[in-house]
């Protein structure tokens, strides 16, 4: 449908663009027969109209700017047209066009993006003045992690633009580092094989002008080594590292080495060059205005907007960056209760689902640390990443704990020959925050009761003399002097892809060569522990299973993992090990998939390369020993047991493996579920309630009448999930109570808020369980107390037939409490089921003999003078006869009530002296009849 703009992406109720009027109203000015005039006539018209004043000028300028976005067949004459009226040297349109970009262009249909492009390029061919600024705008409106084909057509027109005209980038300093920041950004979204091309071409850009203009390059500062080190795999990069390493004056005559481009701090243009201008507003206005408490629907909606795909996780990075080194709050919002950074940050961790992200993210948030310097660095730039860990210390000491280990591996590990500096630039920064009372001490980390003895004493060695340091279980310094590393642990360094670079490589080098490989994006946590690989070299087991699971160790490609996991988990079917070999396989599977257990189970994947939780739960059902890992896996998806139940349903097995697996946790079937449940309904409530019918069936024993797991059900429902089960229920496909539950139940969920117990009871009329088990309530549920219950109690009971039974339960209330309740039953029965009614009280001696306690007979007498005083003539003419015996009876037993009740008897004869006199109306009148007017007939 036509949204009526040419130029904007507009929804039915947005408004027009304030800039798309004004260029279509300079438009309108312009000669309405464009398209035929001759350029040298238009240009005569339109000399003598800018001419006259300013304001023509501009609006001639604009028009033109309009006809070249919208129209590209008269792109070129329009542009013709434009170099021949400017001036001002196209400083207007270049003005405009920035503007256009920077706010608007995300929000402009495809062509108008395009010929944003295309006039970009005819400036440049022209040699425009302040063109570059075009370029800066363009490049910022190219973000990570959107492979959109609307964001790969602007980044390719774009890279072909700066590929065409390279003497005039070369001819920009300021433009050549956003150039090469931007796309060694890009270049690791681009590796699958549908961007080949694409990628090819931007390797080759930024190679050539990290080779050609390294000067200019190092403006970047150490940010251009963390994006160089994404990408080191790459051949025409990796010659980059060989130089950066062996020979940097091959680069630069005056460049000395890695260690001074990681001691320049990046400055923040290149940093929020990665950020659209929109996506920089959200993060301003967030780190400015939101309040905390009210964050979380702000996060939401950033998140729903750009982090809607697995791809764009990788925008984290570039957004932990941002509010690092870019956003630094005014002492005034600081001591505000305005969100702070490090809360924001934290949620962005959380984002991150795949390994190598997540480490990513952390070097963002660390990558100031090793190399910080308290003369030349920004204390603002580190606050963050303390902040994180500190307030995360007491409610999320997992939080802190992992990323207090990356600290202390990021000063071994990321560089080994730097490994002085870094040590020294961490001790700076703990320093300088503790000084600064940006936290009260360090100390607290050491002496938490929440983090790890082993973790303690590395923080305890960080803080020590540099030369006492101590390491990991993969690095060793044995020569301060020269800063020689050696590899002691030989498992580690097998794990590690090191880039081959012949004879050059050293063991000096080993270190730093294997982190700027692409192994470095993996998290440092990620590595098998060296004690635990020596003891699964060690253990007595299957060749075929130990070679399985070194190779399993060994491989960091994820496709390959996925493949030797299910080669693993085959061998483990069909073998028996023992329980020390179990205990071992346990870790190293939990330690080398604890990222990818994080996936959500995938309906539609029957492969185990596809999703490693589907392989696990695939392989559970033919081995009791893979089984047997589920709950150890759950350390790390919380939602393993739940996914074993879908799994299970979408195979059409039997849930009785679910039963082996409670089994051999050691715990209850019913509490084992409940804990399944609560995790799954707080995580995937879809999923919940879809199991809900299929457990309470196959397993009635344990679910039905369960309080636990029906407040579970009730607290997180909604209407449409409300209605799905009842209908359910009405098919009698699964209980929830069972009528011999009904008062447990019930009185249970009493104190249950008002929602909460509407549902139960709607669910409960969906089952039908017998009256008398709802009626037994009525004794201990009082309608002062529990309106609720007691409304859907009477609700419940009218729907019954009076039998013997329930009038009898009903008659035994406590008058002084339920007095007009029975009333009203009674008079309900009375009018609908007067036979029934009657019969129930006719039977008089059997109606006392099921009455355990009161009423007296007095009580029943009173009832029945009511229902009489109440009754219709059709009411009547059913209950007189069986009233006549009722009293008959009550009479002979206790001749002295017929004396105090007689005015019943009389009663009984004032209504049918009544009823006799007045027959039943007939209801319908002769207004309600329909007049037929005779026609008369003209012969």
């Known amino acids: 449908m036509d949204d009526g703009s040419r130029l904007f992406i507009r929804g039915v109720l947005d408004l027009k663009e304030e800039i798309e009027t004004k260029l279509e109203c300079c438009y309108k000015g312009l000669d ?23 304001q023509d000028h501009e609006d001639t300028m604009f028009g033109l700017l309009y006809v070249i976005l919208t129209d ?9 047209l434009l170099t021949l009226l400017s001036q001002d040297s196209m400083g207007l349109i270049i003005r405009e066009l920035e503007m256009i970009i920077m706010e608007k262009m995300q929000f402009m249909k495809e062509s ?7 006039l970009t390029r005819e400036l440049i061919a022209l040699n425009v003045v302040d063109a570059e600024r075009l370029c800066f705008a363009l490049l910022k409106q190219t973000p990570c992690g959107d492979t959109s084909e609307r964001n790969i057509i602007v980044i390719e027109h774009l890279l072909h633009l700066l590929l065409d005209f390279r003497s005039w980038v070369e001819s920009q300093p300021a433009l050549i580092g956003s150039v090469v920041y931007t796309y060694l950004s890009l270049i690791p979204d681009h590796m699958s094989a549908s961007f080949s091309s694409l990628r090819d071409e931007e390797v080759s850009l930024c190679a050539s002008l990290l080779h050609g203009k390294f000067c200019d390059c190092m403006l970047i500062g150490r940010d251009l080594v963390r994006l160089l ?16 390493i062996f020979n940097p004056q091959s680069l630069y005559p005056q460049f000395n080495g890695l260690e001074e481009l990681l001691c320049i701090h990046t400055p923040r243009r290149f940093i929020a060059g990665r950020l659209t201008s929109d996506m920089e507003t959200k993060l301003n206005f967030l780190t400015s205005k939101v309040k905390f408490g009210l964050h979380k629907r702000y996060q939401l909606w950033f998140q729903l907007k750009y982090f809607s795909t697995p791809e764009s ?30 809360l924001l940050i934290g949620w962005l961790l959380s984002l991150c689902t795949y390994g190598v992200i997540s480490a990513n993210a952390k070097l963002a948030l660390f990558f100031d640390w090793p190399f910080y310097n308290k003369e030349t660095d920004n204390i603002m730039n580190v606050e963050p990443g303390i902040l994180v860990m500190y307030h995360s210390l007491r409610t ?3 939080i802190t704990s992992t990323l207090l280990e990356f600290i202390c591996s990021l000063q071994y590990q990321y560089c080994s020959e730097l490994t002085l500096l870094c040590n020294k630039g961490i001790k700076s920064v ?32 960080l803080l020590s003399t540099t030369d006492a340091s101590v390491k990991g279980d993969s690095v060793n310094i044995v020569d301060d002097a020269n800063m020689d590393v050696e590899i002691t642990s030989i498992e580690v360094k097998e794990n590690m892809d090191v880039i081959d670079l012949g004879d050059q490589t050293s063991i000096k080098d080993e270190g730093i060569i294997s982190e700027i490989s692409e192994a470095t994006s993996t998290d440092f946590d990620d590595l098998v522990d060296g004690e635990v690989l020596m003891k699964l070299k060690s253990l007595h087991m299957p060749d075929n299973l130990k070679k399985a699971a070194l190779s399993l160790c060994g491989e960091s490609n994820r496709t390959t993992k996925a493949i030797l996991l299910n080669d693993t988990l085959d061998i483990v079917s ?42 696990i739960l695939c392989h559970a059902l033919s081995s009791e020993v893979v089984l047997r890992m589920i709950p150890s896996f759950q350390e790390i998806q919380s939602m393993m047991g739940t996914y074993l139940l879908q799994y299970l349903i979408d195979s059409n097995k039997s849930l009785i493996f679910y039963k082996k697996l409670c089994k051999s946790a050691g715990l209850l079937l019913h509490d084992y579920l409940y804990a399944d449940m609560k995790i799954c309904v707080e995580n995937d409530p879809s999923m919940f309630f879809e199991l809900i019918p299929k457990l309470y069936h196959e397993f009635s024993t344990d679910l039905i009448g369960s309080v636990e797991f029906l407040n579970i059900v009730v607290g997180n429902i909604d209407p449409q999930q409300l209605c799905n089960l009842i209908c359910k229920l009405l098919k009698k496909e699964f209980y929830i109570f069972g009528s011999e539950n009904v008062y447990k139940v019930i009185m249970a969920s009493l104190e249950w808020d008002t929602f909460e117990q509407i549902c139960v009871w709607q669910l409960l009329n969906g089952e039908e369980p017998s009256f008398l088990s709802v009626a037994s309530l009525l004794p201990d549920v009082h309608k002062k107390d529990h309106p609720e219950a007691f409304t859907n109690i009477l609700l419940y009971i009218k729907r019954a037939i009076p039998e013997q039974a329930l009038l009898s339960m009903v008659l035994q209330l406590p008058s002084e409490l339920h007095n007009d309740c029975v009333s009203a039953l009674l008079n309900h029965w009375a009018f609908f089921c007067p036979g029934k009614l009657g019969d129930a009280f006719s039977c008089h001696s059997s109606l006392q003999t099921t009455l355990t306690s009161h009423p007296s007979t007095e009580y029943i007498l009173n009832q029945l003078t009511n229902i009489l005083q109440i009754s219709d003539q059709m009411s009547y003419k059913i209950l007189n006869d069986k009233i006549q015996k009722t009293l008959n009876e009550l009479f002979a037993e206790d001749p002295t009530l017929a004396e105090r009740f007689g005015y019943i008897r009389k009663l009984l004869k004032s209504k049918a002296v009544k009823f006799e006199r007045k027959p039943v109306e007939d209801t319908s009148s002769d207004e309600d009849m329909p007049v037929i007017k005779r026609r008369k007939i003209h012969v």
Request: charged residues 25%; proline residues 6%.
């Open 396 to 398: 999320y000491p997992h």
């Open 112 to 118: 108008p993006r395009i010929q944003i492009v295309w």
């Open 72 to 80: 590209k067949t008269l792109a070129s004459k329009a542009f013709h």
């Open 430 to 461: 703990i320093e300088d925050v503790t000084a600064k009372q940006v936290i009260p001490s360090f100390d607290s980390f050491i002496e938490s009761s929440c983090l790890d003895e082993n973790l303690k004493q590395q923080l305890s060695a």
């Open 32 to 54: 309405p027969d464009l398209p035929n005039v001759p350029t040298e006539k238009l240009y005569e018209i339109l000399n003598v109209k800018v001419c006259k004043n300013q």
């Open 313 to 342: 996780q990788s925008l984290v990075v570039d957004i932990i960056r941002y509010l690092c080194c870019v956003v630094h709050p005014t002492n005034e919002i600081l001591c505000s209760d305005v969100v702070p950074r490090w």
């Open 229 to 244: 080190q994404n990408v080191a795999r790459i051949p025409q990069f990796t010659d980059i590292w060989k130089d950066l």
């Open 574 to 615: 069909k073998v028996d090990i023992t329980d020390e070999v179990f205990i071992v396989l346990i870790k190293v599977l939990s330690t080398l998939f604890k990222n990818d257990l994080l996936e959500c189970y995938d309906k539609g994947s029957d492969s185990s390369i596809e999703n490693p939780v589907t392989c």
